[in-house]
């Protein structure tokens, strides 16, 4: 089973993917949410999702998130 990471700064919007999306079908879980890109950095390093889903537009930090290493 996959792990998936849901991003997006729409906090009803979030809610909506990670509840009625059915991921479990798919063979994946969500491993967890952020509500920005900051904060889904920050825990992405910590849990290491094999698929990261985001929005791009967001405030304190975009979801365009680039990492070297």
Do not use: H
């Amino acid at each position: 089973m996959y792990s998936i990471f849901l991003v997006d700064d729409e906090e009803l919007e979030l809610e909506m993917i990670r509840d009625y999306i059915r991921w479990e079908e798919m063979g994946i879980y969500v491993a967890g949410t952020a509500l920005n890109g900051r904060d889904a950095l920050e825990k992405i390093e910590v849990i290491q999702p094999d698929i990261v889903l985001t929005d791009v537009q967001m405030p304190v930090m975009n979801g365009l998130i680039w990492r070297n290493g």
